[in-house]
């Protein structure tokens, strides 16, 4: 094993830990690690909370502290971007000519977002934000104050509108649906946290898209498919990412939104995985393929699929999780809801404290908790057991959750 060459191919959080469980779990041989940014590996959720606010240093965003990847001889590759992938000959090609072979390689490529391609889309101070010089940027638009039109309302527009906002600027959020987040949760818990932009002064301009980009050589406005006219300094997109898929394609791997791969999360090509935003696993408690896009999986899955590589079985099963910071509420979900019969509510939502679960024939399939804490564990042993409910048990803040369930039972 120790003359072996693994290849991670994606400087992410999935990337960065698969590299880090490698070697926890004893491989000797190389690890290369290469990344297309600049930066070394860095998470996600703070350029859009307290690194975009300032309210913590960069150093806070990087995964690993300088030096571990020199002490821990993973051959971290910056600046380099993969061009082709040869699984016949198990072999990747940088842009710069560069040749790595491989004795097993994993993708973890992440996603890129949606680009809005309307007139005016090409102006100067229109910003999306994925990325972390995209946050540097931003940072400096928010510290010069200020007006800001925030296109779309998911998870990107909401929590960067959020930001802009605790900042003191004028923030504007236009979203096609009728309510922020709506596609998620359904109707309840937009309307929470419409109220909850709206009590912060938000204006929120729903049900209504963005026609034309206007302005000399930057942004200076937004004009609506209604012909609304709204005034701005700069402008955000956040309209959904979509994977990074263009390498595996070409290499001729199974895709389908995503990178296909089983519950081992190996890909349909010989000796290579993929894990994180770009991977649509095989999920084996829903039976299902899933693809998540948040932090948690790809801190959980790129340490599993290190494991997979390694030969080790791998059965990644972990209920999906997220978490999101808008002000001063913060909540936390699991589960996997493509439909649901009602939305059951522990507490009320007018007070900011409550849960709030997704029912499918009588059975838990998702579950938040808004500004209560030390309940995930739990809301995941509803989910796990998939016992029918008693819904005015459910409801009742006395009783406890794990009552709920006959023989509870825990994630692996």
Known sequence: MSEQTFVIVGASVAGAKAAEELRSAGFEGRVLLIGAESERPYERPPL??????????????????????????????TDATVTALDVAQSRVTLADGRMFDYDRLLLATGAEPHRITIAGSELDGVHYLRTLADCDALRERLQAGGRVVVV?????????????RQGGLEVTVIDPNSLPLEHIFGAEIGTFYRDVHRDHGVELVLGDGVEVFEGERAVSRVRT???????????????????????ALDAGIKVKDGIVVDEKLQTSGPAVFAAGDVARAWHPFYDAPIRVEHWSNALNQGPAAAHAML?????????????????????????HAPEWDEVVFRGD?????FMAFWLHDRRVVAGMNVNVWDVNEHVQTLIRSRQPIDLAALEDRDTSLDSLVSEPTTQR
């Open 48 to 77: 859009t909370k307290d690194y975009l606010r300032g309210d913590a240093p960069r150093e806070k965003t990087f995964v690993h502290e300088p030096g571990f990847y020199e002490q821990h001889q993973v051959e971290l590759e």
């Open 152 to 164: 779309g309302a998911g998870w990107i527009g909401s929590e960067f509108a959020a930001s802009a």
């Open 225 to 247: 498919t209604t012909g609304s006219v709204i005034e701005c300094d700069f402008a955000v997109v956040g309209i959904g990412v979509a994977p990074r898929l263009k390498l």
């Open 311 to 335: 030969g080790e079985p791998v059965s990644y099963d972990h209920i999906p999780y997220f978490f999101s910071d808008q002000y001063d509420v913060g909540m936390e979900y699991s589960g």
């Open 349 to 353: 939502p007018a007070d900011g404290e």
